[in-house]
């Protein structure tokens, strides 16, 4: 059994791993609505920061219904984020995560004022850790030729 620190770092190590988060979030008409996003920072998988559009429609729908899910996945496991977003406005943090990726995906400069940071707060953060490609093709392949459960790796949710 591994300790919360040892899970802790799993979450972090698939989630610095992953190029692309998916931000799934309710939509004001109360539909699920997913769409990529670039994560900016992360000091722990309890905060983490991405920039968007004030005058999107996730803006809009997270004013009314925080909660969101952050879906993370790479070689090294998936990562699901459960968590509440806010709206931040903080021009210093906009200035110190702005980057080329953001150059190029949002319209000026940090100082644009449509230009604002999504900071989530994730509460727990449910892991699959991958036992790497070769492995992972094996327990595939041992599932389907025998009665046995494929081992695909450690699962367990910890709480941020």
Known sequence: MSTHDDQ????????????????????????????????????????????TERSSEKVAALGADPRVNVAYSSDAGWVS????????????????????????FMSGSPEDPDNVLLEVDGSSAEFWESPGKVTAAVQFAKGLVSDDRPDMGDNDTVSL
């Not at 610095?16 to 988060?21: Q, Y």
């Not at 799934?24 to 998988?45: I, K, N, R, W």
């Open 8 to 51: 802790l770092g799993t979450v972090t190590e698939i989630m610095r791993a992953t190029r692309v988060a998916i931000l799934t979030y309710v939509s004001e008409a109360g539909d699920l609505v997913s769409a990529p996003m670039a994560t900016q920072q992360f000091e722990h998988p309890g905060t983490t920061w991405f920039i």
């Open 81 to 104: 984020l459960t968590g509440t977003a806010r709206v931040s406005e903080d021009l210093d943090k906009l200035r110190e995560l702005w980057d080329a990726g953001a150059e190029a």
